[in-house]
């Protein structure tokens, strides 16, 4: 793996743990995630058994219908210094509202997700004003996430260990602390 792969890699990393203390879990009875389609593709459906490689920027929902960069986005587009992709697992180090619209689209498709408070960071606050990411407590999300393909890099289902079987998902993910399935 190349210097520079290692650096984007170290940084999901570090982003990715970074967030866990603020994730929630789902509470009955809200609503629903809501998938807005910007580019449809035919391709595969996203599921759980496989990282993927996306682009992404967080918004914020203003209760009088705009939409607020939260200051973290993958895209020059959207205020990143480069355009560079990221590797996600549905199910994983992703608050619940982010995996419930990743497994409703397609490899290549890209989409606004939006995400009710409750299934995202509900009455916690990530960041703080003035930061490089901020959301405040009960803020609904819009996420722009363009599924770009399997991140065939990450080394999933493949004998990395020497132990002649395939290696999970969850082995390599928790070797750097990241929860299992949500």
């Given at each position: 793996m190349s210097l520079d792969r290692?650096?984007?890699?170290?940084?999901?990393?570090?982003?990715?743990?970074?967030?866990?203390?603020?994730?929630i879990l789902a509470s009955s009875?809200?609503?629903?995630?809501?998938?807005?389609?910007?580019?449809?593709?035919?391709?595969?459906?996203?599921?759980?058994?496989?990282?993927?490689?996306?682009?992404?920027?967080?918004?914020?929902?203003?209760?009088?219908?705009?939409?607020?960069?939260?200051?973290?986005?993958?895209?020059?587009?959207?205020?990143?210094?480069?355009?560079?992709?990221?590797?996600?697992?549905?199910?994983?180090?992703?608050?619940?509202?982010?995996?419930?619209?990743?497994?409703?689209?397609?490899?290549?498709?890209?989409?606004?997700?939006?995400?009710?408070?409750?299934?995202?960071?509900?009455h916690k606050t990530l960041g703080?004003?003035?930061?490089?990411?901020?959301?405040?407590?009960?803020?609904?999300?819009?996420?722009?996430?363009?599924?770009?393909?399997?991140?065939?890099?990450?080394?999933?289902?493949?004998?990395?260990?020497?132990?002649?079987?395939?290696?999970?998902?969850?082995?390599?993910?928790?070797?750097?602390?990241?929860?299992?399935?949500?």
């Amino acid at each position: 793996m190349s210097l520079d792969r290692w650096n984007r890699r170290f940084l999901q990393l570090t982003i990715m743990v970074w967030l866990l203390p603020f994730q929630i879990l789902a509470s009955s009875g809200s609503d629903d995630v809501v998938v807005k389609t910007l580019k449809a593709t035919s391709g595969a459906p996203v599921t759980k058994d496989w990282p993927y490689l996306a682009y992404v920027t967080f918004y914020i929902d203003n209760k009088d219908g705009t939409r607020k960069p939260s200051g973290w986005s993958t895209r020059t587009e959207d205020g990143a210094e480069e355009d560079d992709v990221i590797s996600i697992v549905p199910g994983q180090g992703l608050v619940p509202g982010w995996t419930e619209g990743l497994l409703q689209m397609k490899e290549g498709e890209r989409a606004e997700l939006y995400i009710p408070a409750e299934k995202g960071y509900g009455h916690k606050t990530l960041g703080t004003p003035g930061s490089d990411i901020y959301i405040p407590p009960n803020s609904p999300l819009i996420i722009d996430v363009e599924v770009i393909a399997k991140d065939s890099d990450f080394g999933v289902f493949e004998d990395n260990d020497g132990s002649g079987e395939d290696d999970e998902i969850d082995e390599d993910i928790n070797s750097y602390g990241f929860p299992g399935d949500l």
